[in-house]
Nanobody, 121 residues
Framework: QLQASGGGLVQAGGSLRLSCAAS????????MGWFRQAPGKEREFVAAMGWSGGSTYYADSVKGRFTISRDNAKNTVYLQMNSLKPEDTAVYYC????????????????WGQGTLVTVSS
């Protein structure tokens, strides 16, 4: 079970940090990632990180603005989002799979619940 939190309303140029807490199983041996789905659009990959903190991937649209990190002791993955833009508005979902490369290819074994991020212009 993966539960995302930290979403909210922020002005363009602002920052938010999303968290995804895992429960019911240990996800420290899984790659973790973030996806998002904007209104009327398909869900898309945002970022992923391997179980050890390496093997990171980012969507081109968020490179240089978003940073994924994880704390395996807390069974939690984070997404630091800076310089937010209105087009970042979406429901953000965390996800897990064996490899971050699989998450990058939208191959997901476990989905979490989403958290809404709204960026106003």
């Amino acid at each position: 079970q993966l539960q995302a939190s930290g979403g909210g309303l922020v002005q363009a140029g602002g920052s938010l940090r999303l968290s995804c807490a895992a429960s019911g199983r240990t996800f420290s041996s899984y790659a973790m990632g973030w996806f998002r789905q904007a209104p009327g659009k398909e869900r898309e990959f945002v970022a992923a990180m391997g179980w050890s903190g390496g093997s990171t991937y980012y969507a081109d649209s968020v490179k240089g603005r978003f940073t994924i990190s994880r704390d395996n002791a807390k069974n939690t993955v984070y997404l630091q989002m800076n310089s937010l833009k209105p087009e970042d508005t979406a429901v953000y979902y965390c996800a897990a799979d064996a490899l971050s490369s699989r998450l990058y290819k939208n191959e997901v074994r476990y989905w979490g619940q989403g958290t809404l991020v709204t960026v106003s212009s």
